[in-house]
């Protein structure tokens, strides 16, 4: 399977955790571009030579985490960052990565073998 778009899978997300983790006051223009920017420094030679525009799946997280990351950067230089700490701002990509959803779930129901 190829992604065939980058809005909802590679994007968005990114965009959304960068502009919530900073407080921004509002999304730009030039937010949307540092995000799509950032996208494109992922695809590698090798995948471009296949004929692809986006890069692979296993790397998504990574993606939106330096999705994230540029996004929290220009929201810095445009002075609309509004919940940055002197720390959070010394360490932005260690900031993002401990703001980003892990979805390891504990099971809900032991499981057991019963014996009769």
Known sequence: FYPSQCNNMYI???LG????????EKVTDRM???AAEALAKFVSD???GKGKVFPSL???RDVSHRIAVAVV???LRDGLATKLS???KADLNGFVARKMYYPDYAPLVE??????
């Not at 955790?17 to 921004?24: E, H, K, P």
């Not at 499981?111 to 009769?116: D, G, H, T």
């Open 12 to 14: 968005f997300p990114g």
């Open 17 to 24: 955790l960068g502009a919530t983790v900073c407080g921004a």
């Open 32 to 34: 949307l571009y540092v």
């Open 46 to 48: 090798e995948d471009l």
């Open 58 to 60: 296993t790397s998504i």
């Open 73 to 75: 950067e220009e929201a």
């Open 86 to 88: 002197a720390k959070d």
């Open 111 to 116: 499981k057991r073998e019963l014996e009769i």
